[in-house]
Nanobody, 125 residues
Framework: QVQLVESGGGLVQAGGSLRLSCAAS????????MAWFRQAPGKEREFVAA????????YYADSIKGRFTISRDYAKKTVYLQMNSLKPEDTAVYYC??????????????????WGQGTQVTVSS
């Protein structure tokens, strides 16, 4: 079993920055893909970014490319999402997710086996 705990959300003004963390515990993660999704009120959960645990390959949604960076600390079993130049439309609950195997469908939330509880990010204009 894998547990994921997000932290780092909060309220920030437009143009500001936040760094989200996802601490993973449980079994080893050698072949895992880790991802961030977000869900705004009244909208479907959407893909934000993903990273492969073993070699650190990264994947991004077009809407955040160039502003957000996903990274991982292998020793700490922690995945980060650095969010810069935040916009009001980035307001959402951000979720960390883990997929036990790599898939080219990594932008599909149904691929993921484990989820965190989410952390709220609110960007004021």
């Amino acid at each position: 079993q894998v547990q994921l705990v997000e932290s780092g959300g909060g309220l920030v003004q437009a143009g500001g920055s936040l760094r989200l963390s996802c601490a993973a515990s449980g079994r080893t993660f050698g072949g895992y893909t880790m991802a961030w999704f977000r869900q705004a009120p009244g909208k479907e959960r959407e893909f934000v970014a993903a990273i492969t645990w073993s070699d650190g390959n990264t994947y991004y949604a077009d809407s955040i490319k160039g502003r957000f960076t996903i990274s991982r600390d292998y020793a700490k079993k922690t995945v980060y999402l650095q969010m810069n130049s935040l916009k009001p439309e980035d307001t959402a609950v951000y979720y960390c997710a883990a997929d036990r195997v790599f898939s080219f469908r990594l932008r599909n939330l149904n691929e993921y086996d484990y989820w965190g509880q989410g952390t709220q990010v609110t960007v004021s204009s």
